[in-house]
Structure formats: C-alpha cells, structure tokens
C-alpha cells in the first residue's frame, strides 16, 4: 500500500491532523501539551514506506506523523488527544504518550532519548527470536545528546542488532540550534565512533527518505548490524504550543515552507503524470473529511472510567 | 510597597541577587537563556548575565547535573534546573551516587554547593512523564537538602537560603503555583532586600487551627488552606504546617502543633505509598502516639501514574476537597 498516491495521501492526513490539533488547542479544546510535526511529513511517511509492514517502530514525542504512517487510526488518536476512553491510551497517556503493539507500533514517549535503548531492546528480541524483523527508531537531533543514545548506538553495533537509527535533524531542540549543542556538524557523523555508517538525506524528499530506508533495512535484515540515517528536515510550528519561534527568523522558515516535503511531491507527481491536479484535490478533500470524523468520533466518545484506574497498573 | 511578586518572578528575582552578589553563582539548563526555560522562570536572566552564567545546554541531564556537582567542588556554586522534574531520573545516579555522598564519602573534605530546581507536579494534563512529584526519590538519601516553598516570599527566601548553602539543595518548584501572587503581602515588602532568607529547616504555621494539624508541603499548602476555609462553616478548625523544607524536616513544630490539636493529617502530591508522608506519619505516632485522639490520615495520590484525561488526573490527584472529607473522619472518630 506504498503507491504514490498512498504517500502523498498519508503526508496530506499528517499535515491535516497536526493543522486540526493546533487549532484545537488554541480553541481550548485540547488541554495539555503537544508537539506537532507540520513540515516533517515526509520523514515519516517515507520512513515508514520503507520498512515491512511486520517491522517495528519507536517513537519520540514529536509522535503523531510517525504514528499515522505506522497505520495508526486517526480516530483513535484523536480520542488520546482529547483523553477519551477509546484512545489508544485509554485517555492516560495524551498527545506523547500513544502505542498500537498490533501494529509494531512500540511507543510515542514524553522522555527525550528515551526509547533508544527500548527500541535496541526490541531489536534485540527480535534477533533472538531468530525473525528477520527490524526496528526502526525515531529520534531528534537534541535526543542525540542524551547518553541514552550513545549507550544505544554501541550496544545496537556491538550486538549486530537489527535496527536502523532514525533521526529527524529538524535543527532545533525546542529553542536551541543544533550547532549550540552538538559539537559534530552532522548526526550522521556520531555513527563513526560506534562503527555504524552514518548517512545524511533530505529529509522533506519523501521518496529519497523511502529509498534511503529500504535500503538501510535491506542491510539490516541481512545482519548487517545497525545503520543511522539523518534526515534534514523542519518543524513548521512551535516547539509546543506556547513556543512563539523567537529563536529563528521568519526568512529562515519561510525557505524552508517553499521546500514543503507535501507540495514537492505533488509537484513531482504532477510532472511525471503520476496525479493530476483533480486527484490531488480530492485527496485532499478526503483526508480533510477523514480528520473531521476523527474529531467526531473523539468529540463524541465516552469519558474513561476513573474506577478502572487501580486495577490496570499491574499486567 | 514593591509590586508583589509572582511564585516564578520570586525565584528569578532569587536567582539574580544571588548572582550579582556573588559572582560564583552561575545557572545552567536546557533552553534557559533566551528562551527563558519551558516555564519561562529564568527568562530575563540572559540580558543581564550573559550566556557566560546563564548557560543554555544539550539535552543531557546526567551531564549538567554532573557537571554541577564537578564545578561546585571547585569553588563555583551552580544552579542546575531541570526542565520537569520527571527527567532529574535522568541525574539520579550523579545526585544520589555522587552529590549526596562526597562530604562524607571523602572524609569531610567535600562541599558541594549545587542547587537543583525542578518543577514538580500535574493538574496540567502533561501526561504521566511530565507531572510527577519525585522528591520521595530523594527524600530517603542522606546528604541531599530538599526545599519545597509553597508561596513567592518563600520560594524567594528558601531559594537565596539554598544557594548559599554548602550541601547540594533540591529545589521543588510547583508549576500550578508558578503564577500565582503571594498571599501575605507583608512579606512582599521585604522583596529586593537581604534580611528575608528563609533557613532551611524552619516549617511554619500557615494558619493557625485547634482541631486538627494538616502537615503539607509546596502546592498542597494551598489546598490544605482551601480546606481549613471551606470547613470553618462546619466548624472544624485545621492548623496548617507548611514544612518549606523536608530535609532537614522540622518535626518539633510538627509535634508542637499535632500535641496541640491531637489529630493529623499529612498531605502531599505525589503517591502514597513510600513517601514523605508516609515518613512524618510514622514519626508522628513514634513521638505522640498517647496525645493522639484519632489515628493519623494521609492524603496523597493514587499509586497509578498521572493520567492525561482531566477527569482521571482529577481521580489520581489529592485536593482540598480530599484534605476535608478526610478532616471530617478524623472528627468523627474521635
Ligand atoms: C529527558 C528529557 N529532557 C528534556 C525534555 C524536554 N524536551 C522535550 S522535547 C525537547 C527537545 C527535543 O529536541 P529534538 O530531539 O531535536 O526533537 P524535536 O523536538 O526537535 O522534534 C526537550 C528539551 C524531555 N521531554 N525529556
Ligand atoms: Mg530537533
């Protein structure tokens, strides 16, 4: 289900979902937090198309995109978001805090660098279950500069586990560019000190993510041991919903708005005769309608039952 | 009369008297230059201090706090804050291995003037990695200082207390009270000046009552007082004891005030199993078991993370609400 029209309709309900939530909060009717991937779309679709549909997933809290394009039910995340017994959390865990093990979907999670090694776990699992199945982890340039991640890179290459280590370089953590913080120009280039080849790709070139992916997993499957691929990307929002962006300049994001990962694959699309424009507005449309009954079915879910609260900590 | 300070404006004020007067005095965080950090508490802080002293950081817990430890026993007296106070799990090995145990582990020696502020607490939906109250961690550690003001000219004083002390101070924030104005205007007068540091170790009576003690501490402060209020009608009167620091833990005017009233009840945010609560409630029977009319009460939190949904946080979370329907068991038991 990766035909260009899948990846372009899934980047159009990430983009979609994550507008719909903004507004909602600024209406009040989200209460909370939340990190929204606008501009990131073509990570995670294009993460995600290149991966088996029986591969797994972990998450950061910037999670929703990764979550959609993992094959998560706009629905039901629409009802964690809103804290509703059909969430996927069952209202406990909100905007970070989403998980689908059906679907190899390992985690969202509110801990920055936290599921590196959770994700290094999984593939260790998977490894000694003697399965070919991978792990594909998604984590941001500041998470890079966690322990956890340096801890994760040397297990994961010590162990030849089968993972590829996903990071979406959007050149900030909340407030802090990237080069304040790290002192290597690339992500990519912390692979070198853990034996795992590091790559740099273009992380709103939807196509070139998916490509980049396949061929990572191919390697991993093999037995390879880990790959790390730095996807350059942009968040289009605030970091959450009180950021009012006065780190960076409004040039700045206006260059990277004309290099929207969904507008140049429509283009690339349009050209090559793939979808013409009527499809596109369709599509369009559909997503639009889909996010709308998402909404609905959130709006007009149940409330949790506070009295199953003590029962469901322990398994 | 100076304009009366917010909780946050208290802290930063705090912050940026310690450091003029003292040029060791430094502060390092994720996002506290410009940004003024995820509350907005250090913020300002950049224009005068430079980024020399307000140090933005990585995302690396273990490190900066670490690395507060390092600088403090070279002579620097560094202020470390932690975004939320859920990711000083992050920094427990270096507080609890290393900060807490230098004095004594290398003969006295050591002096490790490190402050660590980390705002606490939910009632903000963040979900259950964003509004735990994880002072319990530390409260059993020997050798760590745990302040948790619950009003402006507290957090003020209690800061500039904590900074100049020479042992490693946790500072609890709360983030609900990070707004709000003090409520004892007198105090306020005696913001900007030096004579108004609170010493650790000094609980004081928030409101004075007959019947029953309400021991609290930071945010549940507030809600013991609500509480007191709403059962003056009723006409049962609580004396409430805002501890401000629980190590040291001023049990004397603890037992003071439980010997007066021969009823207590402990209240605090985070889970009620192996908290500080569960600590000053023991101690209470150990020391005035024969005064007491009724058996000690706590009010704290489920034992379940903090959810998301506003309906369930509210189950999870005690409130005034708990403190009074607790206050009225206690009178009916006696
Ligand atoms: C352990 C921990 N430290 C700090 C934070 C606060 N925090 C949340 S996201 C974030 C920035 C993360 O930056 P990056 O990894 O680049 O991801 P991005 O937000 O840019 O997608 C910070 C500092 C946190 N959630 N957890
Ligand atoms: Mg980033």
Same mark, same amino acid.
């Given at each position: 289900m990766n035909t260009p029209a899948d990846l372009y309709r899934k980047m159009a309900l990430i983009r979609e979902f994550e507008m719909r939530i903004d507004e909602m909060f600024a209406t009040g009717r989200i209460r909370g937090t939340t990190h929204l991937s606008a501009g990131q779309e073509a990570?995670?679709?294009?993460?995600?198309?290149g991966l088996r549909c029986d591969d797994a997933v972990v998450s950061n809290h910037r999670g929703h995109g990764h979550f959609i394009a993992t094959g998560g039910d706009p629905g039901a995340m629409m +009802?964690?978001?809103?804290?509703?017994?059909? @969430?996927? =959390?069952?209202?406990?865990?909100?905007?970070?805090?989403?998980?689908?093990?059906d679907i190899g979907f390992l985690g969202s999670n509110g801990i920055t660098g936290g599921g590196l090694p959770v994700a290094v776990g999984a593939a260790l699992g998977?490894?000694?279950?003697?399965?070919d199945r991978i792990v594909l982890c998604f984590f941001g340039d500041g998470a890079s500069n966690q322990g956890t991640f340096h801890e994760s890179l040397n297990l994961a290459a010590v162990w030849r586990l089968p993972i590829i280590f996903f990071c979406?370089?959007?050149?900030?953590?909340?407030?802090?560019?990237?080069?304040?913080?790290?002192?290597?120009?690339?992500?990519?280039?912390?692979?070198?000190a853990y034996t795992i080849a590091g790559e740099v790709i273009d992380g709103n070139d939807v196509i070139a993510v998916r490509d980049a992916v +396949?061929?990572?997993?191919?390697?991993?499957? @093999?037995? =390879?041991?880990?790959?790390?691929?730095?996807?350059?990307?942009?968040?289009?929002?605030?970091?959450?919903?009180?950021d009012k962006c006065e780190y960076r300049t409004r040039e700045e994001e206006q260059r990277w708005h004309e290099r929207d990962p969904i507008k140049l694959y429509a283009a690339r699309l349009r050209e090559s005769g793939e979808l013409d424009d009527g499809r596109i507005a369709r599509i369009d449309a559909e997503v639009k309608q889909q996010v709308d009954e998402a909404v609905e079915f959130a709006t007009t879910s149940p409330d949790p039952n506070p009295d199953e609260l003590e029962g469901s900590v322990f398994a | 009369?100076?304009?009366?300070?917010?909780?946050?404006?208290?802290?930063?004020?705090?912050?940026?008297?310690?450091?003029?007067?003292?040029g060791r005095v430094f502060l390092m965080g994720e996002d506290v230059a410009l940004y003024g950090g995820a509350f907005r508490v250090t913020r300002g802080l950049l224009d005068e201090f430079g980024p020399g002293r307000?140090?933005?950081?990585p995302i690396s817990e273990s490190g900066i706090v670490g690395a507060g430890i390092g600088a403090a026993l070279v002579g620097m007296r560094p202020i470390v804050e932690i975004m939320f106070m859920d990711f000083i799990t992050l920094a427990v090995d270096q507080l609890v291995n290393h900060a807490s145990k230098y004095r004594f582990m290398y003969g006295e020696q050591a002096r490790v003037p490190l402050v660590v502020r980390a705002p606490a607490g939910g009632h903000r939906g963040y979900g259950p990695t964003h509004s735990q109250c994880l002072e319990r961690l530390?409260?059993?550690?020997?050798?760590?200082?745990?302040?948790?003001?619950?009003?402006?000219?507290?957090?003020r004083g209690l800061l500039k207390a904590a900074i100049r002390d020479d042992n490693p101070v946790l500072f609890v924030e709360s983030k609900i009270l990070y707004p709000s104005l003090g409520d004892r205007p007198e105090e306020q007068a005696f913001a900007g000046k030096d004579d108004d540091i609170i010493p650790l170790g000094r609980a004081r009576v928030a409101r004075e009552g007959e019947h029953i003690s309400v021991i609290a501490y930071s945010e549940m402060v507030v809600q013991a007082v609500r509480a007191a209020e709403a059962l003056e009608a009723e006409g049962i009167s609580l004396e409430v004891i805002d501890l401000r620091t629980l190590a040291p833990l001023d049990m004397a005017r603890v037992l003071e005030s439980v010997g007066k009233t021969g009823r207590a009840i402990v209240a605090e945010e985070g889970h009620r199993t192996g908290g500080p609560g569960a600590e000053i409630a023991c101690r209470i029977v150990e020391s005035c078991f024969y005064e007491l009319d009724a058996p000690v009460r706590r009010v704290a939190a489920m034992d379940v993370p903090v959810p998301v949904s506003p309906l369930l946080e509210r189950r999870v979370l005690p409130s005034a609400f708990d403190i009074a329907s607790a206050a009225r068991h206690l009178m009916n038991e006696a």
């Open positions: 990570c995670a679709v294009g993460a995600c198309a +009802a964690e978001m809103m804290g509703k017994q059909t @969430g996927y =959390s069952r209202g406990r865990g909100g905007s970070q805090h989403m998980a689908c093990f998977f490894k000694m279950q003697k399965t979406e370089n959007n050149l900030y953590a909340m407030s802090t560019p990237m080069h304040d913080a790290t002192a290597v120009e690339n992500i990519a280039e912390r692979g070198n +396949a061929g990572a997993a191919e390697r991993v499957r @093999g037995g =390879s041991g880990p790959a790390l691929i730095e996807a350059m990307t942009y968040r289009y929002l605030g970091h959450s919903k009180s | 009369m100076p304009e009366p300070l917010t909780y946050s404006e208290a802290i930063r004020e705090a912050m940026a008297e310690e450091m003029r007067r003292d307000i140090r933005n950081t530390f409260f059993s550690m020997p050798g760590i200082k745990i302040a948790a003001p619950s009003t402006p000219a507290d957090a």
